[in-house]
Structures are given as structure tokens and as C-alpha cells.
């Protein structure tokens, strides 16, 4: 639930990332939406790579299946580190109290 948090913060500040997927399309654009399967929905999309996918040249918004994707690359800007090692700790303590039940 970590992530998802996380990329619901992103979608919050209209953050623009980057999705690679497995079959190596990259494609950017307005974090738009985000769900509990980490599929992702961008608006004002963008093809990295256009010579090698031509027909994608005129799709402005996507819906992207969680499991096909590799990469989000994101914006440095949009990191907040210690949020996120925070929430690492926490959720960390929170199963090892559940363990020792």
C-alpha cells in the first residue's frame, strides 16, 4: 500500500512521468490516475521513441495494466525521500508486530 500512496500523491500534484513497459515502449505523460493494481492512466501522452512506434503518434491519453509495466520513472523534484523511508519503517514495525502474534 506504500506505492500506491505514493503514486496517489503524484497524481495529486499532475506529476509527468515516464512508463516503461516490458516490451520496451516507453511513453510519457500526466499522471492522471492511479489504483490499488498500480495501473496507471496518463493524459497528454507522448512516445519516446516515435520512429519506432508510429501509430502511437496520435494517442493522447492511455490506460496502462500494472503488470506490463517495468519502469515509472520519475521526477527528481517529485521525491520526497524521507516520506518514503518513513513509510518504509512504519509498514516494516506494522508486520513485525503482526508476525509476533
Do not use: W
Not at 511513453?27 to 490499488?36: A, E, P, R, W
Not at 498500480?38 to 493522447?60: A, F, G, I, R
Not at 515509472?72 to 508486530?97: A, I
Request: glycine share 4%; charged share 20%; net charge neutral.
Amino acid at each position: 500500500m506504500l506505492f500506491f500512496s505514493f503514486f496517489q500523491t503524484l497524481v495529486e500534484r499532475n506529476a509527468q512521468v515516464t512508463v516503461e513497459l516490458k516490451n520496451d515502449l516507453c511513453i510519457t505523460g500526466t499522471l492522471h490516475s492511479v489504483d490499488q493494481y498500480l495501473n496507471v492512466k496518463l493524459n497528454n501522452v507522448t512516445v519516446n521513441d516515435p520512429e519506432k512506434y508510429p501509430h502511437l503518434m496520435s494517442v493522447k491519453n492511455c490506460f496502462i495494466r500494472g503488470s506490463v509495466v517495468r519502469y515509472v520513472h520519475l521526477p527528481p523534484s517529485e521525491v520526497d525521500t524521507e516520506l518514503l523511508q518513513d513509510g518504509c519503517r512504519k509498514e516494516c514495525k506494522q508486520g513485525l508486530s503482526g508476525q509476533q502474534k
